[in-house]
């Protein structure tokens, strides 16, 4: 994830950054969907170890962070490598294998 950029809180009202937050967890929720589906049709190999139900923990303690923080993480790491900057396309391109993926489709699920 150390190309990425943050999304660390930012300067505006209370209600943008609630706004935000929120947004930021329901990407998470539709991306984490969107991979169990794939992953129940056989599109997705090995593990996929989703984050859906820990939504508010990834945006929560990522907002805190600044720009040159680093993150370690473990299995369930989506929704840390969107919040931090990863397009979306490119997390999915990475449980798929492609090398389009954040890790050139070499790390999977597990090591973004």
Known sequence: MATATTQA???GTQAELERRLLREMLLIRRFE?????AYALGKIGGFCHLYIGQEAVAVGAL???????????SYREHGQALVR????GVVMAEL????TGCS???GGSMHL
């Open 63 to 73: 907002a805190t962070l600044r720009p040159d923080d680093y993150v370690i993480s």
């Open 33 to 37: 969907e969107r991979a169990a589906e």
């Open 104 to 106: 050139k489709g070499k």
């Open 9 to 11: 809180t930012k300067g």
């Open 96 to 99: 798929f294998g492609k090398a």
């Open 85 to 88: 900057g990863i397009p979306p």
